[in-house]
Every structure is written in C-alpha cells, then in structure tokens.
C-alpha cells in the first residue's frame, strides 16, 4: 500500500519571492529540484489550495501543501500478474513487445499496472541498475535498460543481473543498438529519404513536453525513409541515431509533419489545407481508430553480453495500427 506524507508550509510576510521548486528543494530533507518538480507537475503540491508550475514564485503569506509518496517496500516495486508479450528471454534478459497504454515504470502518477510490475510477477531475476537513491521516493526500475513512451508500443530489452545490464546500457550510449521505429505521419514529404538533426530541449511552456532548437538543448539526429504514401498522411521506417526523449515525436512536429493521433505535438489536429468537410469526417474517424500516437518501436537489434552475437528482433504493427493503414489506402 501507497501512503503519502504531507508537508504544510506559511511564508512569513517579508519573505523575497523564490521559485516553488528551489523553495521546496531546501525545505524537504532529502529533495532535489528535479524530484520537486516531479511532484508539482503531478499536481501533488498546492498553494493557497490551487495547483501551480513549477516557476511559480513564493510569496508572503503564502500557504504551500505538498504530499509525497512513501512506499513500504522501497527495495522494490510490487509484482503484478500482468500478460506480457515476451519475444525473447534467457538467463541474462529478456525483449518484451510492449502494448500501448503501458507505461514503463512507476513514477508520480503511475504506481501500479506498469511493465516494472508485470516483469517482477514474471521473474524474480531483475537487474537493479535503475534504482533511485534519493529518499524523497523510493521507486525502483529493476531491468529497465531503455524506455519507450506510454502509447508507444514497441520492442523493449530488459535485463536479469546488473553485469548485463551494464553491457546493455554501454551499447545505448555509445549508439550501437538497432532502432527501426514506424510511424504515421500528417503529410507528403517532398524527400522519400532524409535526415532530421535538431537538438531536444525541454518545453519553457509546459514541462512534461519538449521542443526542438538548432542552439540550446541535447543533440538529437532521425533517420527516415517514407515507405508508402496516401492522400493525406504518410507511413515512415525512422532510425534513432540519439535516443532523446520525444526524439521522434518533436522531430517530425517540427518540421511539419506531427506523428497522426499525437495529442501533445498537434498529430490529432487537421493540417491546414484539409478542413473540406469530406476530409475532416475521414480524419475524424480514423482519430477514432487511432487515440493514440501513431508510432511502434517495430525493431531492435544489440549484440547479446554474453553470447558475443548480435541478435535482431522484429514485431508486428498492433491492431490500431494496421487497421488506420488499412483506412488510409
């Protein structure tokens, strides 16, 4: 079981304004900045009982209420008997093909019903590489090498001992995995081929989103290649030579061409251009169809840490997906 330990705090008048998150960092023991602001975007901090970002600024007289969880068994998740997909699974890891809607690992928000939950269910042989030792929440991400966004769905590697969990992990950072995403994208692309380099920077507007900048930011660089086309819309094969956050989802909004059914970077918005209504009624439905983003981590490849060979995985387009192809053509 889940509690929640509160925190009240009154700013005394005469107080100079200062952030909420750099406030509560160094008045909670144990807070960082970066886990405070977790917090806030979960909508678990209060001022004068109104929910606020994490730039608001303290003021005199202010009331700040704040509720962090606190987990009884912080060595660990808890298993759940949650159906997993699994492609592939030997005595060092295992690739699950994750469904969408899934999200990954617990966090602020997501306590249960994640692939951490269902992986501890499934076996009790799970790296702890991931584990996050601050005190301020005691979640652990046992196996977790990558992750793919919620409603992405897609192949995942996930490893048993921390050995192979370091060697899986090398490979990530030095850009050796195979990644193949396949995507519906809004558009024609005047190139079938191209290459998408614009650095990923968090969103200055809204934190749980990013945006793309050619300054500021982390570098990120997308391989596509269009594989079929149709009146309105496009089906991408994308290569991740970075793995950002959102790489893929910001990169393609970016330029004009948003993931189809994307809700945070204008995929379920009708490009300018089509609001015939003829054209609109079609889009409408094959929103329905997909309420999702359309993307699928369809292939992953690495060389297996202690076999010394390099294994490729394939997976089939869910049904949502192939349904809004059949649609589309």
């Known amino acids: 079981m889940i509690t929640k330990k509160k925190y009240r705090f009154k700013i005394p008048g005469g107080k100079k304004k200062e952030r909420i998150d750099i406030f509560l960092a160094a008045s909670i023991e144990n807070a960082t900045r970066s886990k405070v602001q977790k917090l806030i975007e979960a909508e678990l901090v209060t001022v004068n009982g109104i929910f606020v970002k994490p730039s608001y600024q303290v003021q005199a007289n ?31 890891l295992l690739v699950i093909n994750k469904p969408a809607g899934m999200v990954v690992h617990p966090a602020y928000g997501n306590y249960t019903g994640t692939l951490v939950n269902a992986l501890l269910f499934h076996t009790k ?30 192949l995942l590697v ?14 990530f950072a030095k850009h050796t995995i195979e990644r193949e995403y ?108 997909m309420k999702r983003q359309a993307l699928h981590a369809k292939t992953l490849g690495f060389f297996h840490p202690l076999k010394k060979e390099f294994m490729r995985f394939d997976s089939d387009l869910p049904a949502d997906f192939k349904q809004l192809i059949e649609r589309l053509k």
């Open 182 to 289: 396949w995507a519906v994208a809004w558009g024609k692309f005047k190139e079938q081929k191209g290459e998408i380099e614009l650095n990923i920077i968090r969103s200055k507007s809204d934190r749980k989103k990013f945006s793309s900048s050619k300054t500021d930011g982390k570098t990120a660089v997308t391989l596509y290649e269009v594989l079929d086309e149709y009146e309105f819309a496009s089906l991408l094969k994308l290569n991740l030579k970075t793995g950002r956050t959102h790489q893929i989802r910001v990169h393609l909004s970016s330029i004009g061409h948003p993931v189809f059914g994307d809700p945070a970077y204008g995929g379920r918005k009708i490009v300018s251009g089509l609001n015939l209504p003829k054209i609109k009624s079609r889009v409408e439905n094959l929103l329905d169809i």
């Open 62 to 92: 202010d009331l700040i209420e704040a509720e962090i969880p606190v987990f009884p068994h912080p060595e660990t998740a808890e298993p759940e008997n949650i159906p997993l997909d699994i492609i592939f699974e030997d005595d060092h």
């Open 125 to 154: 042989r799970l790296s702890g590489k991931d584990a996050n030792e601050s005190k301020l929440i005691d979640i652990q991400r046992p196996g977790i090498v990558h992750r793919i966004d919620k409603d992405t769905s897609g």
């Open 158 to 171: 996930a490893a048993k001992d921390d050995w192979t969990h370091a060697k899986l992990a090398e490979q």
